[in-house]
């Protein structure tokens, strides 16, 4: 089943993604009222009525679009923590994130995207980046490369010994040891600050803008869209044990998404003597 739909015509989902956000989050774009903005675990993590109408919408969509399948959406979770468990199951699971980036969709600034990836057994199939303040749909599927709007996308590699580029997990929250990891980056060699929409940071690096991104947290929502999409346009991952990240968690972390496997690794080691200098 899977493998047929893949196969197909994926332009339907794209319609999908940018129905959901032309229907519940732009006409909400600066028009939101204070009442339709709640604090979920502090004030760092918002959740507008946008996120909540824009996840229903997407997961009625694509439900459809793939009888069969799950949904496993940051607000649905947040309900239902259960809901989670579907990303070790047997069925196909879209993984949805109606708006990565709410601080920013909540000040009025346009750094923020709808992420959507389809995954099955663990292993991450397509995904969906679309940025509708900008207008920008970058779309990967495993096995067919990467694109923004259609023309095909590559992550390079930086110079040698250039100074890195990566946005990383503010250090205020974190844990002590990741906190720490994360310090590492501060060192000589990198140029690192804290990070915006998660999705957008891995479309700098597929793009070859930024060098790496350095995570503290493992929510599928956050990461598989951008993962994918990083690994399509030639770039690699890896979990502070040397393991590929997981979707459905149990990572060691931090963990990083880079341009290239030596870019990878210099990230890699920073972190690695942060943690060790605190120990």
């Known amino acids: 089943m899977i493998d047929a739909f893949l196969a197909g015509d994926l332009t339907d989902i794209e319609a999908a993604v940018r129905a959901a956000a032309a229907a519940e989050i732009m006409p909400r774009y600066r028009q939101l009222a204070a009442h339709e903005v709640v604090e979920k675990n502090g004030p760092h993590d918002l959740v507008t009525v946008a996120d909540r109408r824009a996840e229903e ?3 009625a969509s694509l439900g459809r679009l793939l009888p069969g399948s799950v949904v496993v959406g940051e607000e649905a979770v947040h309900a239902d923590p259960k809901v989670y468990e579907a990303l070790g199951g047997d069925a196909p699971v879209w993984i949805v994130d109606p708006v990565d980036g709410t601080r920013q969709f909540v000040r009025g600034e346009p750094g923020f995207c709808t992420l959507v990836a ?5 292993e991450l199939l397509a995904s969906w980046t679309y940025a509708p303040a900008l207008d920008e749909m970058a779309v990967a599927v495993r096995g067919r490369g990467a694109r923004v709007d259609g023309t095909p996308i590559h992550a390079g590699s930086p110079a040698p010994d250039a100074v890195l580029r990566v946005a990383m997990s503010h250090p205020d929250y974190t844990t002590d040891e990741q906190k720490a990891a994360l310090l590492g980056l501060r060192a000589e060699g990198f140029a690192a600050r804290p990070c ?21 947290w493992e929510y599928a929502w956050d990461h598989a869209a951008g993962l994918l999409l990083v690994a399509e346009a030639g ?6 044990s040397g393991e590929p990240f997981r979707i459905a968690g149990g990572n060691a972390l931090p963990f990083t998404a880079a341009r290239d496997r030596a870019t990878a690794d ?5 972190l690695r003597e942060g943690r060790s200098e605190a120990q």
């Open 235 to 240: 770039g690699t991952q890896s979990t502070l």
């Open 118 to 122: 389809l995954a099955h057994r663990g």
């Open 57 to 59: 919408h997407l997961t």
């Open 266 to 270: 210099r990230v890699l080691a920073a």
């Open 196 to 216: 915006g929409s998660a999705g957008l940071e891995y479309l700098a690096v597929a793009r070859g803008e930024l060098d790496a991104v350095a995570f503290s």
